[in-house]
């Protein structure tokens, strides 16, 4: 049973440039929750994307977007990248149906490194 | 807004000793307290899930407790070994949050 997946591992971008992230949910989740998280620093909540909506926003400027496709697989997007935006980016699944926990699985996350 | 807190941000033992770490938030009306481990530079592993009916969870060496009234949670670790070197972090949703709210973590080092 695959975990929750993330590609690329590792990325560098310069100032300006734009980036993609991919995530595919672990088998039998149907919700997907993005999180930055800078070094030193707990989880911060992005959004997440549940039957192809995002359901909910955190604090993040809409630079960040993102999109959920009918297989449940997410990618989150960031426009006109800042220094700033270097960060750990942490995907995570989760079932909506009754009779679940609600627990959440995360990937091993894309380093993004912006120059 | 959740706010969580962790406490002592580090620490460190000798092989063998058991490990307390405390985790506090600011809104009681949750409905699950999850713990995770993390290793450097890795994602986040999933340890113990309380619902928030329970008071506490046992998996293995690890039992975390809930008290909702008072905002805490409480994750023993017993017989340490040097294997659990590794940052612990706490997640509460909020409210009728679907997010969660993470404290900054508690690093561990256990001595050999």
């Known amino acids: 049973d695959a975990g929750v997946t993330q590609s690329p591992t590792h990325l560098i971008k310069t100032r300006g440039q734009q980036v993609t992230l991919r995530c595919s949910p672990k088998?039998?989740?149907?919700?997907v929750s993005w999180y930055q998280q800078a070094l030193g620093q707990g989880p911060q909540f992005i959004f997440q994307?549940?039957?192809?909506?995002?359901?909910q926003r955190g604090n993040f400027p809409d630079r960040f977007s993102g999109h959920q496709f009918p297989n449940y697989s997410s990618e989150l997007n960031v426009n006109a990248l800042l220094l700033g935006d270097s960060a750990l980016y942490l995907c995570?699944?989760?079932?909506?149906?009754?009779?679940?926990?609600?627990?959440?699985?995360f990937g091993e996350g894309s380093r993004l490194t912006v120059l | 807004k959740q706010e969580v807190t962790q406490i002592p941000a580090a620490l460190s033992v000798p092989e063998g000793e058991n490990l307390v770490l405390n985790c506090s938030f600011t809104?009681?009306?949750?409905?699950?307290l999850q713990w995770f481990r993390q290793d450097p530079g890795k994602g986040l592993t999933s340890l113990l899930l309380?619902?928030?009916?329970?008071r506490e969870q046992t998996s293995g060496r690890l039992n975390a407790s809930l008290d909702k009234s008072s905002g805490r949670s409480t994750l023993y670790i017993a017989a340490s070994q040097p294997g659990d070197s590794a940052t612990y972090l706490c997640?509460?949703?909020?409210?009728?949050?679907?997010?969660?709210?993470f404290g900054a973590g508690t690093t561990v080092t256990v001595r050999a």
């Open positions: 997640a509460v949703p909020g409210g009728n949050d679907y997010k969660l709210s």
């Open positions: 995570a699944s989760s079932s909506d149906r009754v009779e679940d926990t609600g627990e959440l699985f």
């Open positions: 309380i619902q928030s009916s329970q």
């Open positions: 809104d009681s009306a949750i409905y699950n």
């Open positions: 088998s039998g989740h149907d919700t």
């Open positions: 994307y549940y039957e192809e909506e995002e359901r």
